[in-house]
């Protein structure tokens, strides 16, 4: 089956010339998810069912309080709490009985083997199912990324023109293009993309130390060029956190 292609939501967030397209795109996806789940409407069956069973990360639990819909967040954590008790009285019933002395099953037992509790909980802290959409979303946008540098002249351009990208999704786009371009075609890809990453960190660093003379009071009449949301771009670009009000 062909993957579905994301040339509109691609070509959109490249328009919005930001400090890294995938970033874009992933705010984006992670608003409509947010939306979704604390909207008015009801969460489709199968979608429940998932968040009962695997909740959310630190992060979009953060985001979800601070929206505005407790009852919704309330709701979602309810039948959450639901499942996890259920899960862990009868992970529990069966690892605290003394007489269960099967290696793994027996909590008391001390050896290397995690049991089945440990794993249960270790799985509900690293599992959450905005972040499971959101990765799954980057890899359609990363094939779509590849389909449009290796179709169309307009993509590469408007590519060239950009900011670049936040370190991570640097990293992420050589790791993928290693897969995904012949070895010609990588070749001229890092070609051209290394010294447009590089040059926009240059930029960057000249909009950040400018940032900080501003706070000298012998600058403080000088205009602010491009500094003024320099601190946040730099917080994203370094480490693809948005921290934009
Ligand atoms: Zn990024
Ligand atoms: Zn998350």
Redesign the pocket.
């Known amino acids: 089956m062909k993957e579905q292609l994301y040339t509109i939501p691609v070509n959109e967030a490249i328009d919005k010339n930001e400090e890294?397209l995938?970033?874009t795109l992933n705010k984006k996806v992670e608003e409509d998810i947010l939306n979704y789940i604390l909207g008015p409407s009801y969460m489709e069956e199968d979608i429940r069912s998932e968040t009962d069973k695997i909740g959310f990360c630190k992060k979009h639990y953060s985001q979800m309080y601070k929206a505005q819909n407790r009852l919704g967040v309330a709701l979602i954590l309810s039948t959450h709490m639901k499942n996890i008790r259920q899960n862990l009285n009868e992970i529990f019933k069966d690892e605290l009985n003394e007489t269960n002395h099967t290696i793994k099953k027996n909590l008391f037992r001390k050896n290397e083997e995690q049991t089945k509790s440990v794993e249960y909980i270790s799985e509900i802290e690293n599992s959450c199912y905005a972040c499971k959409r959101m990765e799954s979303r980057m890899n359609s946008y990363i094939d779509t990324f590849f389909y449009l540098w290796k179709k169309e002249d307009d993509f590469r351009e408007k590519i060239l023109n950009s900011k670049g990208?936040?370190l991570?999704?640097f990293n992420m786009i050589i790791k993928e293009g290693k897969k995904k371009l012949s070895s010609d075609k990588y070749k001229d890809f890092l070609t051209v993309l290394v010294p447009l990453e590089l040059k926009n960190l240059d930029l960057l660093q000249e909009d950040i130390d400018w940032f900080i003379q501003k706070f000298d009071y012998r600058f403080k009449d000088e205009p602010w060029k491009n500094s003024k949301d320099a601190l946040q771009r730099t917080i994203l670009k370094v480490s693809?956190e948005n921290v934009e009000e």
């Open positions: 890294c995938f970033c990208f936040c991570e999704h693809s």
